[in-house]
């Protein structure tokens, strides 16, 4: 089972990027590697998800290096809406066999 | 697109009580759909995994007799926790597969349940 690691808490201010790393030092061949932000008292939300590389969308990029034991979302240019939790997510769907090893997330802290 | 509703989305019962919670996917069949729990400042725990018209699949120590699981359409799964206790009060949350997605679940708002 992969296990994943991140920071407890970071602050940043508006405006800077802000870069989120998850340790998953077991993951496996067929896992995906998902980010997801979460408000207090919703579900989460989905921001990104890749399996090796790079992967950029409208909101963010996900880092993924070779050995996949790590990976790091980056939020370009945050703003205080940004203030929320960021789970890492190690797992997949792919087949019955779901393992969905959720990190203990990250409370992101914007400050104007 | 890719919508999942909850309902209810609070809901306080008394202690021995049964309460249903639904899960419902709006524009989209849900071959999978997956309940989690999250106590406050934690994060999500997998409860169990439920695929439209079998049985769901429990996470270990999570007593499937307490939390009862039932996908009876590819659109609707509910989760009735039965004789509640205090110790059940967590925010529950459903997601769910989309048949024609690759990798991804879809998260519902969840539902608070407070049990006195």
């Known amino acids: 089972l992969a296990k994943t690691t991140q920071p407890i808490s970071m602050d940043s201010y508006e405006g800077q990027e802000v870069n989120i790393t998850c340790s998953h030092n077991?993951?496996?061949?067929?896992?995906?590697i998902t980010w997801y932000q979460q408000f207090p008292s919703q579900g989460p939300r989905f921001i990104i998800q890749g399996y090796k590389t790079k992967v950029t969308n409208e909101v963010a990029s996900l880092f993924i290096p070779a050995d996949r034991k790590s990976s790091t979302l980056s939020l370009p240019r945050v703003s205080l809406s940004d203030t929320a939790v960021y789970y890492c997510l190690v797992g997949g769907l792919m087949d019955s066999n779901y393992q969905l090893i959720w990190g203990a997330g990250t409370k992101l802290i914007i400050k104007p | 697109g890719a919508v999942v509703s909850q309902h209810p989305s609070r809901v306080i019962c008394k202690s021995g009580t049964s309460v249903k919670i639904e899960c419902r996917s709006l524009?989209?069949?849900?071959?999978?759909m997956f309940w989690y729990r999250q106590f406050p400042k934690k994060s999500l725990m997998l409860m169990a995994t439920s695929n439209e018209g079998s049985k769901a699949t429990y996470e270990q120590g999570v007593e499937k007799d307490k939390f009862l699981i039932n996908h009876a359409s590819l659109t609707l799964s509910t989760l009735t926790v039965t004789s509640a206790h205090p110790e059940d009060s967590s925010f529950y949350i459903c997601?769910?597969?989309?048949?024609?997605?690759?990798?991804?679940?879809?998260f519902g708002p969840g539902t608070r349940l407070t049990v006195l």
């Open positions: 997601s769910a597969r989309d048949s024609r997605s690759y990798n991804e679940q879809f």
């Open positions: 524009d989209f069949q849900a071959t999978t």
């Open positions: 077991n993951i496996a061949t067929n896992d995906y």
